[in-house]
T-cell receptor, first 115, second 111 residues
Framework: NAGVTQTPKFRVLKTGQSMTLLCAQD?????MYWYRQDPGMGLRLIHY???????AKGEVPDGYNVSRLKKQNFLLGLESAAPSQTSVYFC??????????????FGPGTRLTVT | RKEVEQDPGPFNVPEGATVAFNCTYS??????FFWYRQDCRKEPKLLMS???SGNEDGRFTAQLNRASQYISLLIRDSKLSDSATYLC????????????FGTGTRLLVSP
């Protein structure tokens, strides 16, 4: 049981390049999330998904796209990377029952630098 | 005003000390509260949920004050391994599954 995994762990991009970050979870969680973490800003929600085939915008969605074609995978895409997207990206997943918030399990993160 | 506010610290304490962190939140409709721990260059991990009646887990005690909209975390008998950043987390006003994270309070425990 690996929990939440993310690939790649590190990446350096040039401005304008594109890339996809992959998140996978083996806990059969319904909800999945992408966050970015910047110094002094805390974790900010980029996009999230409440189930296979569904996605929704979070707090800072501009410049990113996501897809959830399979329940266990959640992909984050950067179509044209900008230096402002230099950050640490975390994927997370959680169960969903009723109206309560449940523990979110995080992946180890992807450190992205855009030059 | 930020939705969740924390003192960034760092709090420097000797081993064995008791240390307390507070966190304030702005959304009075919030229903779920948590403390997460994040080690340097690692992912956040749930430390404990915070219940209205207060709860304790070993050396850690969490309290919720809904009237004043703050959450506290008390760590007794600090260990070197408690050195980390502690994130206050509250469910956001746009969805019960969407969490709002504070920027964290850094704790350094020294020998």
């Amino acid at each position: 049981n690996a929990g939440v995994t993310q690939t790649p762990k590190f990446r350096v991009l040039k401005t304008g390049q594109s890339m996809t970050l992959l998140c996978a979870q083996d806990m059969n969680h319904e909800y999945m999330y992408w966050y970015r973490q910047d110094p002094g800003m805390g974790l900010r929600l980029i996009h999230y998904s409440v189930g296979e085939g569904t996605t929704a915008k979070g707090e800072v969605p501009d410049g990113y796209n996501v897809s959830r074609l399979k329940k266990q995978n959640f992909l984050l895409g950067l179509e044209s990377a900008a230096p402002s997207q230099t950050s640490v990206y975390f994927c997370a997943s959680s169960h969903h029952w009723g109206r309560e918030s449940y523990e979110q399990y995080f992946g180890p993160g992807t450190r992205l630098t855009v030059t | 005003r930020k939705e969740v506010e924390q003192d960034p610290g760092p709090f420097n304490v000797p081993e064995g000390a008791t240390v307390a962190f507070n966190c304030t939140y702005s959304n009075s409709a919030s229903q779920s509260f948590f403390w997460y721990r994040q080690d340097c260059r690692k992912e956040p991990k749930l430390l404990m949920s915070v219940y209205s009646s207060g709860n304790e887990d070993g050396r850690f005690t969490a309290q919720l004050n809904r009237a004043s909209q703050y959450i506290s975390l008390l760590i007794r008998d600090s260990k070197l391994s408690d050195s980390a950043t502690y994130l206050c987390v509250v469910n956001g006003d746009t969805g019960f599954q969407k969490l709002v994270f504070g920027t964290g309070t850094r704790l350094l425990v020294s020998p």
